[in-house]
């Protein structure tokens, strides 16, 4: 796969702009490009795959910061793949500040399974492992299975990056936990598949483009929004109730601090609903019970990996 230098300057000399649809895989002539974060392999690439197809450009970026960044360039990408929340670990609030103070757009959703994998180099038994590579978080969702081992656990930054490393070192006694698309890029053995503890284990991750490039989606069922009252008594109650009555469904209703006040609260919601008018009218009814309200994005429920 090109190198992001080579995958931003041709996106500089081309105008892809992101199908908005889940099911949409992408013509050879018409690579779409996105910004994640983390490593190729690592699951933001699977995700973007899954959304748009095996032929998606990513652009690896260290920080979700940098994936609002790059996204937000037309010149550089045509959008971002970031997680979101997970549905053991929850939500990633820092995320949904940088998705507030940007000028990106929901258009669509992905759930994942997050499967972890040992990887190992061709060859390489389960008797010649003597270390295993992988993020903490990767390490601890396997531990049931790694405690049935005398192994030496190294965390490292990403679990892609491990795989990576021991693709590159060729390396004889060490395994890596990570996912099948790297050992698919890395040229690596799945010798042990689904070593993850808790099954059902979901990472969310929204879709983003520049609000200038983003484009109606067609049969969109559920939107996000952000709001926040005035605090008074009973403010937040009279808000949920114009939601209920409108016979939208609150999928998800995720507090967090306003910056810069004094113990003042925003609200994330989630709201999916059968028909568009549907949706503005009930935003309609809570503009007025609201200081101030701000639609990220109306798409399509994502469906789950």
Same mark, same amino acid.
């Given at each position: 796969m090109s190198n992001t230098k080579e995958i931003v300057q041709e996106k500089e000399n081309s105008s892809t702009t992101i199908a908005a649809d889940t099911s949409a895989a992408v013509p050879e002539d018409q690579q779409v490009v996105v910004a994640i974060q983390g490593y190729e392999g690592s699951f933001h690439q699977a995700a973007a795959n899954h959304f748009f197809g095996?032929?998606?450009?990513? $652009?690896?970026?260290?920080?979700?910061?940098?994936?609002?960044?790059?996204?937000?360039?037309?010149?550089?990408?045509?959008?971002?793949?970031?997680?979101?929340?997970?549905?053991?670990?929850?939500?990633?609030?820092?995320?949904?500040?940088?998705?507030?103070?940007?000028?990106?757009?929901?258009?669509?959703?992905?759930?994942?399974?997050?499967?972890?994998?040992l990887l190992v180099c061709p060859g390489v038994q389960l008797a010649d492992i003597k270390e295993v590579h992988s993020h903490p978080m990767a390490l601890q969702q396997c531990l049931?299975?790694?405690?049935? /081992?005398?192994?030496?656990?190294?965390? %490292?930054?990403?679990?892609?990056?491990?795989?990576?490393?021991? /693709?590159?070192?060729?390396?004889?006694?060490?395994?890596?936990?990570?996912?099948?698309?790297?050992?698919?890029?890395?040229?690596?053995?799945?010798?042990?598949?689904? $070593?993850?503890?808790? %099954? /059902?284990?979901?990472?969310?991750?929204?879709?983003?483009?520049?609000?200038?490039?983003?484009?109606?989606?067609?049969n969109a069922n559920k939107a996000s929004v952000i709001f926040h009252t005035d605090h008074s008594q009973g403010s937040l109650a009279k808000v949920l109730t114009k939601i209920a009555e409108g016979n939208i469904n609150l999928s998800k209703l995720q507090s967090a601090p306003l910056p810069g006040s004094d113990f003042k609260y925003a609200f994330y919601a989630d709201m999916e609903f059968d028909s568009l008018h549907q949706f503005y009218q009930v935003i309609k009814e809570m503009k007025l019970l609201t200081e101030d309200l701000k639609i990220f994005g109306v798409y399509k429920k994502g469906a789950h990996h």
């Amino acid at each position: 796969m090109s190198n992001t230098k080579e995958i931003v300057q041709e996106k500089e000399n081309s105008s892809t702009t992101i199908a908005a649809d889940t099911s949409a895989a992408v013509p050879e002539d018409q690579q779409v490009v996105v910004a994640i974060q983390g490593y190729e392999g690592s699951f933001h690439q699977a995700a973007a795959n899954h959304f748009f197809g095996k032929n998606t450009a990513v $652009i690896c970026c260290a920080t979700f910061g940098d994936v609002v960044k790059i996204a937000s360039s037309k010149k550089q990408s045509d959008g971002a793949v970031m997680a979101i929340e997970n549905s053991i670990a929850g939500s990633i609030l820092p995320n949904y500040n940088l998705l507030r103070k940007s000028k990106l757009k929901i258009v669509g959703e992905i759930y994942l399974e997050v499967r972890q994998n040992l990887l190992v180099c061709p060859g390489v038994q389960l008797a010649d492992i003597k270390e295993v590579h992988s993020h903490p978080m990767a390490l601890q969702q396997c531990l049931e299975f790694l405690d049935r /081992h005398n192994w030496k656990l190294v965390e %490292t930054e990403d679990t892609a990056l491990s795989a990576k490393h021991i /693709h590159q070192h060729k390396s004889k006694h060490v395994a890596a936990i990570a996912s099948t698309l790297a050992a698919e890029l890395y040229n690596l053995d799945v010798l042990a598949p689904d $070593i993850h503890t808790l %099954t /059902h284990n979901y990472t969310r991750f929204l879709v983003l483009q520049h609000e200038d490039l983003a484009e109606v989606v067609e049969n969109a069922n559920k939107a996000s929004v952000i709001f926040h009252t005035d605090h008074s008594q009973g403010s937040l109650a009279k808000v949920l109730t114009k939601i209920a009555e409108g016979n939208i469904n609150l999928s998800k209703l995720q507090s967090a601090p306003l910056p810069g006040s004094d113990f003042k609260y925003a609200f994330y919601a989630d709201m999916e609903f059968d028909s568009l008018h549907q949706f503005y009218q009930v935003i309609k009814e809570m503009k007025l019970l609201t200081e101030d309200l701000k639609i990220f994005g109306v798409y399509k429920k994502g469906a789950h990996h």
